[in-house]
Every structure is written in structure tokens, then in C-alpha cells.
């Protein structure tokens, strides 16, 4: 599996192909039991992401409480509220007290901190 800048060079040569087509010249394939190939595409664009200097925090992003994997959905309560989880403002590095402009779009919500811009994403 490529990384670093061997991983954006190759992603460069390799110009306009398919998704999978890119993760596999990469190297990012694992075999199945029954012998077919398996694109790891979340891995892929994790190391493409680290390679163009963008950290996730790959060390416990996506694990909650109790090392249980995050879902990444929300449910509205039954009183109408919506709960986001300590596990998502915690790799945030959202404090109490942090305000947000609401943004309601068609069918989206977008949180932005007091005095950021939409482009800080």
C-alpha cells in the first residue's frame, strides 16, 4: 500500500480513472475468504488524506464509549431535541460553552462556530 508522497504521485500519474481502479493501483486490496479481491477504500482515502497533510486522528476517532464504533447518525428525541454525543464534540475539541450559528438548508443543518465562516470546515 502506497502512502506519503509515492501515494499522491501515483494518484497524479494515474489521472482521470475509476475510484476503485485508483485504490487498487495503490495497493489498497485485501483477498476474501472465497479468493475475489476487496477494495478497503476507507483506507485509501485515510492515507490519501494524512499524504495531503490532513489528520483524522486516526487513534480513537469513530470509537465511543465502552470502545464501541460510532454510528455517525443522530436520532430527534422524543421531546425534539437532537443529541450529538460527548464521543463527537470530543474529537472536535468542542468545550461547554462553544457557540454555533445554525444553518438550516433543504433537509441539512449546518453548525458554524461564532465568528468562523462556512469554508473553515
Same mark, same amino acid.
Given at each position: 500500500?502506497?502512502?506519503?508522497?509515492?501515494?499522491?504521485?501515483?494518484?497524479?500519474?494515474?489521472?482521470?480513472?475509476?475510484?476503485?481502479?485508483?485504490?487498487?493501483?495503490?495497493?489498497?486490496?485485501?483477498?476474501?475468504?472465497?479468493?475475489?479481491?476487496?477494495?478497503?477504500?476507507?483506507?485509501?482515502?485515510?492515507?490519501?488524506?494524512?499524504?495531503?497533510?490532513? +489528520? %483524522?486522528?486516526? !487513534?480513537?476517532?469513530?470509537?465511543? =464509549?465502552? $470502545? *464501541? @464504533?460510532?454510528?455517525?447518525?443522530?436520532? #430527534?428525541? /422524543?421531546?425534539?431535541?437532537?443529541?450529538?454525543?460527548?464521543?463527537?464534540?470530543?474529537?472536535? +475539541? %468542542?468545550?461547554? !460553552?462553544?457557540?454555533?450559528?445554525? =444553518?438550516? $438548508? *433543504? @433537509?441539512?443543518?449546518?453548525?458554524?462556530? #461564532?465568528? /468562523?465562516?462556512?469554508?473553515?470546515?
Amino acid at each position: 500500500m502506497l502512502t506519503g508522497s509515492e501515494l499522491l504521485a501515483k494518484v497524479k500519474d494515474l489521472g482521470d480513472v475509476s475510484k476503485t481502479d485508483l485504490a487498487t493501483a495503490c495497493g489498497y486490496v485485501s483477498e476474501k475468504k472465497d479468493g475475489s479481491q476487496r477494495v478497503n477504500f476507507t483506507a485509501f482515502y485515510e492515507a490519501l488524506l494524512n499524504a495531503k497533510g490532513i +489528520d %483524522l486522528g486516526t !487513534g480513537s476517532a469513530g470509537v465511543g =464509549k465502552g $470502545g *464501541r @464504533k460510532l454510528s455517525y447518525i443522530a436520532k #430527534v428525541q /422524543g421531546n425534539g431535541n437532537l443529541l450529538i454525543g460527548k464521543a463527537y464534540t470530543a474529537m472536535l +475539541d %468542542l468545550q461547554p !460553552g462553544d457557540e454555533f450559528d445554525i =444553518k438550516l $438548508g *433543504r @433537509k441539512q443543518i449546518r453548525l458554524i462556530p #461564532v465568528g /468562523g465562516s462556512e469554508e473553515d470546515e
